[in-house]
C-alpha cells in the first residue's frame, strides 16, 4: 500500500498526533481495475481489524459506479487519538502488505463542521 497525502498542508501523521475528536478518516483509495476484488479482500480484513479497537465508531466502504476503482472509505472515531492507536496496532500494520501493489491511499482525518442553517457541528 503506498500512501499519498491528500491534504497538501498537514499530513496524516500531524493529524495523529490530535487528542481531540470525534473525527472521521475519509480515506480515498485507488487500484489498477483487475486488481479491485483483491482490495476488497484487504479492506475487509482491516475494517475487521479496525472495528475492534478502542474508540472505533463505524465505517463505510463506497466504489465509484461504472466500473471505477476508485474507493472510498468513511469511518468515525471518538477521537484522533483513538485512530492513532489502532492505525499503530501491528495487526493492522500487517495487514497494509495485504493490499494489492497498485493499490495507492490517502487518508486524512475531518470533524463535522458548523454552517447555519444546513449542518451541525
Known amino acids: ?3 499519498h497525502e491528500m491534504d497538501y498542508i498537514v499530513t496524516l501523521q500531524d493529524q495523529m498526533s490530535s487528542e481531540g475528536g470525534p473525527v472521521v478518516l475519509i ?8 486488481e479491485a476484488d483483491a482490495l476488497l479482500a484487504a479492506w475487509a480484513a ?10 472505533f465508531i463505524a465505517t463505510q466502504l463506497h466504489r465509484g459506479i461504472e466500473g471505477s476503482s ?3 472509505n ?4 471518538e477521537s484522533a487519538a483513538a485512530f492513532r492507536r489502532a492505525f499503530q496496532q501491528p495487526e493492522f500494520q500487517a495487514g497494509l502488505t495485504q493490499y494489492p501493489e497498485s493499490a495507492v491511499a490517502e487518508p486524512p482525518l475531518f470533524q463535522r463542521v458548523a454552517v447555519p442553517g444546513i449542518c451541525l457541528g
Not at 480515506?27 to 483487475?34: A, E, H, I, Q, T
Not at 482491516?46 to 474508540?55: F, L, S
Open 46 to 55: 482491516d475494517a475487521a481489524v479496525m472495528k475492534r479497537q478502542p474508540g
Open 70 to 72: 476508485t474507493f472510498v
Open 1 to 3: 500500500m503506498k500512501f
Open 27 to 34: 480515506n480515498k483509495l485507488y487500484v489498477d481495475p483487475g
Open 74 to 77: 468513511y469511518a468515525v472515531w
